[in-house]
């Protein structure tokens, strides 16, 4: 996503007492970080922050980590944040902002981190094949998951681009994951009652497009791992 410049993002951003500005230095500690000690949720490429403020306050038992690249969208982020919190009476405690490049994500966070959950919403989909390994989804990214999740840890992907979708598909199978929850028109679903709207999904949504989603969950081991091979 595209935004403009914003001379106020930073200035805003460094008092904000839920943006994080060193993150590696909390690498194994982001426990420290959050005002209880809880199960953390991970999304990657936050954008303006509707989905993640809803997110941590549907779910009060986990703290959020929410991950974009661009401080001028974590600072459009921070104040709709702080206006959801607001409207629902609460202050945001179970949520932090940092500004990261997720390619890098290892530098950020360790399996001591406890995270449970990944969400993908709406990533850029690189479709052209000397591109694709930017994908969030391509087998290096979901490496790095894989070795941040424990066994059981879910990724929830969601996306309007079937071509990408489909390809995450197979990616997920062939990076130890096992897909548990997969469809082509997540609105149609009876789940879809307790989905959280991203701002992407309520404007694809407005003209017609179907929106595919799934659920993945970490398996035990990473298949073709060199020494089970060996073994075999």
């Known amino acids: 996503m595209r935004i403009r410049r914003k001379k106020w993002a930073r200035p805003e951003l460094a008092v904000c007492p839920f943006f994080e500005s060193e993150p590696e230095k909390l690498r194994a500690r982001w ?3 959050f005002s ?32 974009d690249i661009k401080s001028d969208m974590l600072g459009v982020a921070r104040r709709r944040i702080e206006e959801i919190f607001n409207d629902s009476r609460r202050s945001v405690d179970n949520l932090i902002l ?22 993908i919403n709406f990533c850029n989909p690189w479709p ?8 969030l989804t391509y087998p290096n990214k979901l490496e790095k998951y894989f070795d941040l999740l424990p066994e059981g840890g879910e990724i929830r992907f969601k996306t309007d681009d079937r071509p990408l979708f489909d390809d995450t598909l197979g990616y997920l199978e062939q ?30 949504t407005s003209r017609g497009i179907k929106i595919n989603a799934l659920t993945a969950v970490r398996c035990a081991e ?6 089970e091979t060996a073994q075999d």
């Not at 809880?38 to 490429?45: K, N, S, V």
């Not at 307790?194 to 992407?200: A, G, Q, R, S, V």
């Open 31 to 33: 426990k420290e970080r």
């Open 36 to 67: 209880r000690e809880q199960p953390l949720y991970l999304e990657l490429g936050c954008g303006k922050g509707v989905f993640a403020a809803h997110l941590a306050l549907n779910n009060r038992d986990a703290n959020l980590l929410a991950v």
């Open 98 to 119: 940092t500004a990261y490049n997720v390619e890098h994500l290892e530098k950020i966070l360790s399996p001591e981190d406890n995270v449970r959950r990944i969400y």
């Open 175 to 204: 990076s130890g994951f096992r897909v548990t929850f997969k469809t082509n028109d997540l609105h149609s679903e009876p789940s879809a009652k307790d989905n959280i709207m991203t701002e992407h999904e309520a404007m694809f």
């Open 128 to 135: 052209k094949p000397k591109h694709r390994k930017r994908r």
């Open 222 to 227: 990473r298949p073709g791992k060199p020494e």
